[in-house]
């Protein structure tokens, strides 16, 4: 076993240990500089800040306003739209209309689209045999 009063004698230096007092002059040195440091940060801000507000400003064009369709592809959003239920409404006209009457899918290609009561009524019959 290991004597632990013989390895605890001794400076921290000579125990390998890093000394527990603080040098002044380091603590200094680094107050200095961190004083230094924001000393520049604030005569930097207020430079640039005499710098941006010199002038007149009505010499400064005014900033136009984004188009909704850009800022929708700026944003990754669609854009707002002010008249919502107008516009739900159309909609679902529009798809009521799908449901109700005839009309072409793709005319080339002779698809066309029925009322669902008709196609429902053809659906029975065809059923209706079986």
């Given at each position: 076993?290991?004597?632990?009063?013989?390895?605890?004698?001794?400076?921290?230096?000579?125990?390998g240990?890093?000394?527990?007092?603080?040098?002044?002059?380091?603590?200094l040195?680094?107050?200095?500089?961190?004083?230094?440091?924001?000393?520049?940060?604030?005569?930097?801000?207020?430079?640039?800040?005499?710098?941006?507000?010199?002038?007149?400003?009505?010499?400064?064009?005014?900033?136009?306003?984004?188009?909704?369709?850009?800022?929708?592809?700026?944003?990754?959003?669609?854009?707002?739209?002010?008249?919502?239920?107008?516009?739900?409404r159309?909609?679902?006209?529009?798809?009521?209309?799908?449901?109700?009457?005839?009309?072409?899918?793709?005319?080339?290609?002779?698809?066309?689209?029925?009322?669902?009561?008709?196609?429902?009524?053809?659906?029975?019959?065809?059923?209706?045999?079986?």
């Amino acid at each position: 076993m290991t004597n632990h009063s013989e390895t605890a004698a001794g400076t921290p230096s000579e125990r390998g240990h890093e000394p527990t007092a603080l040098s002044e002059r380091i603590a200094l040195i680094w107050g200095g500089a961190l004083a230094g440091l924001i000393l520049f940060a604030l005569l930097l801000t207020w430079g640039l800040w005499q710098w941006m507000s010199a002038g007149d400003p009505r010499e400064v064009a005014p900033i136009e306003a984004t188009p909704p369709v850009v800022e929708s592809l700026l944003t990754g959003q669609p854009p707002l739209n002010p008249n919502q239920p107008a516009t739900r409404r159309e909609y679902e006209q529009q798809q009521q209309a799908k449901l109700t009457h005839y009309g072409w899918v793709d005319r080339q290609s002779e698809i066309a689209r029925i009322p669902i009561e008709r196609a429902m009524e053809i659906i029975v019959e065809r059923e209706g045999g079986q």
